[in-house]
């Protein structure tokens, strides 16, 4: 890091303290104004916030390692992205009808109490195990590589990082809230894509361009059992670990539960200040969600590919090594950071890095504080002032971080590449969620004991998989059983895929033992249930041309497949 670097850091932070003091400077009299900025955000700042708030450090770092692990596997991931319009021309008009803060208080809308508990609990427990774990982890990695510090004051110096970049981003959530995270994105977002896109074209003019990737990366990926190459998204079936239909079912569940219905990305949504406003951001969003590929997993293929030139030129590899001799994946993108650019444009990249870790923790910390504050507190204690409420939900980000930091050594003991161990929990975590909403919307026979039932047993299968993943990653002499069969051996997308299914038969199957919902209780928040004039509503909230973008999106996503199955 030079001196031009620390200047472009500076001006960027500089930048930010702005636009924080800006927002404190207004009055947030009550917990609508805080969680959700007024409900007055345009479509480019929803977008923005979307791509700001999905780009973490688990991008940078994991999505970069999984390119440069395993190839194009990971990409179904990203480019089911697709999804966000899922959310915009579906979802949008029953989230407004139904004038909800959070997802679980959709469900307990459409369900009943109890499912508003339980998917308020899942989604504080995915927030702790992946959000905060990875990013805060992730954080701590990328700087310790970019900075080249291994200790400061006697301290690892990735736990200076990790904690220090917690606590500054906390900060200025806690103070400024959800109008915040809506305005910095747009200041993040523009950096972090300028800073990415700098070190895939350098990484290109030092490879020799992308044939030379291609050619270099048409290697089987190091993971046992590989039977397609790296630069081939579609595996066969008997893959180990990216069998082709076990991948599309596995990203798509995991992107309709993410895109759709996690509070994380959905209350960027809710705070648009009408329908139109909120579909033309997810639209935007979809468009900025097809660059991850191209801006991170591709990076990583780079890394690789460097690394085997440089060995095959008989010198040092490109990527540092792990103990075991095998090279770093995880580190690909912060080497390709420290070795690759010039002053000045490296600032420009940790720039980048700093937007994409301060922003999806942002949001991360004003999601967990809504969720706690919103379908815990205020259920119990429903007379509690507004500004009350508020302090409630920073205490609740406290706790949540806290635990998050706890849980980084037990993340790192179940998986070596972190984009596979952030999509693995997510798998489990999932189905039970996107059974609930998916029958809620579509089938207005769903009751409120069928929707629970999906709900908790989504939750109990889930659990019962991760605790088998910690204990049997850990166990040197576990005996084979029918247990380990399904709770550890079974291929982690096909289990995805068949706990999708059984949770839809519970669902089913409740509901048809049990009374179904009354017109009342459903009106406007299931398909056919509308009112002329909600229709109506939704009618006038698009044209042509959001048509149009959406077609442009879905045919870049065929072509995408057809590229590189």
Not at 146 to 155: A, D, P, S, T, Y
Not at 253 to 282: K, M
Not at 422 to 451: E, H, M, N, Y
Not at 520 to 531: P, R
């Amino acid at each position: 890091m030079q001196l031009l670097d620390w200047i472009v850091i500076a001006a960027f932070v500089c930048g930010m303290i702005w636009i924080v003091w800006t927002v404190i400077r207004k009055k947030k009299e009550n917990s609508s104004d805080y969680f959700l900025g007024g409900k007055d955000a345009t479509w480019l700042a929803i977008g923005a916030s979307i791509f700001a708030s999905n780009i973490g450090s688990e991008h940078l770092i994991g999505l970069a390692g999984a390119g440069a692990s395993s190839g194009m596997a990971m990409a179904h991931w990203e480019i089911q992205g697709w999804m966000i319009l899922l959310l915009g021309w579906v979802f949008v008009p029953f989230y407004s009808r139904s004038m909800v803060l959070t997802m679980p208080e959709f469900l307990e809308r459409r369900y009943n109490k109890a499912s508003r508990n339980i998917l308020s609990l899942i989604s504080l427990i995915s927030y702790v195990m992946t959000k905060v774990a990875v990013t805060v982890y992730a954080g701590g990695l990328v700087f310790q590589q970019v900075f080249g510090i291994e200790e400061l004051w006697g301290i690892d110096f990735f736990w200076i990082a990790a904690i220090g970049l917690v606590i500054i981003t906390a900060l200025y959530t806690i103070v400024g809230g959800m109008e915040s995270v809506l305005k910095t994105s747009v200041l993040q977002t523009p950096i972090l894509l300028l800073g990415s896109a700098c070190i895939l074209y350098l990484g290109f003019k030092e490879l020799g361009g992308w044939g030379e990737m291609m050619s270099l990366c048409d290697v089987k990926p190091s993971y046992e059992g590989a039977e397609s190459t790296m630069i081939h998204l579609m595996r066969p079936n008997t893959d180990p670990q990216y069998p082709w239909l076990g991948a599309l079912l596995g990203s798509a569940i995991i992107g309709f539960w993410y895109w759709c219905t996690d509070q994380f990305i959905v209350q960027r949504v809710l705070s648009g200040r009408d329908e139109r406003e909120a579909r033309r951001g997810t639209i935007f969003g979809a468009y900025l969600k097809l660059l991850p590929v191209f801006l991170f997993l591709i990076p990583g293929m780079i890394a690789f590919a460097l690394h085997q030139k440089y060995i095959g030129q008989g010198g040092e590899g490109f990527l540092p090594l792990l103990a075991d001799g095998t090279a770093n994946a995880d580190a690909a993108f912060p080497t390709l950071v420290a070795k690759m650019l010039p002053a000045g444009l490296k600032g420009v990249v940790v720039c980048g890095i700093l937007a994409a870790l301060m922003s999806s923790l942002a949001s991360l910390f004003n999601s967990s504080a809504m969720l706690f504050t919103i379908d815990f507190y205020k259920q119990y204690k429903p007379e509690t002032p507004e500004k009350k409420l508020v302090v409630i939900g920073q205490i609740a980000t406290v706790v949540v971080v806290a635990l998050g930091i706890l849980w980084i050594p037990v993340m790192r003991s179940v998986g070596n590449v972190l984009y596979n161990y952030l999509q693995d929990v997510q798998s489990v975590l999932a189905p039970g969620i996107a059974a609930a909403f998916l029958l809620g919307v579509c089938w207005k026979r769903t009751s409120a004991q069928g929707g629970m039932w999906g709900l908790l047993s989504g939750l109990i299968i889930g659990l019962t998989r991760l605790g088998a993943k910690i204990y049997y990653s850990n166990a040197a002499d576990a005996s084979d059983n029918l247990f380990k069969y399904l709770f550890y051996d079974l291929n982690w997308l096909f289990f995805c895929g068949w706990m999708l299914l059984v949770c839809c038969i519970i669902v089913v199957a409740v509901s048809l033992c049990t009374p179904a919902p009354s017109a009342n209780k459903i009106s406007g928040l299931v398909f056919g249930t509308a009112t002329p004039e909600q229709l109506e509503t939704t009618r006038k909230s698009w044209n042509h041309w959001d048509i149009f973008h959406t077609a442009v999106i879905l045919g870049i996503t065929v072509a995408f497949y057809i590229y590189f199955w």
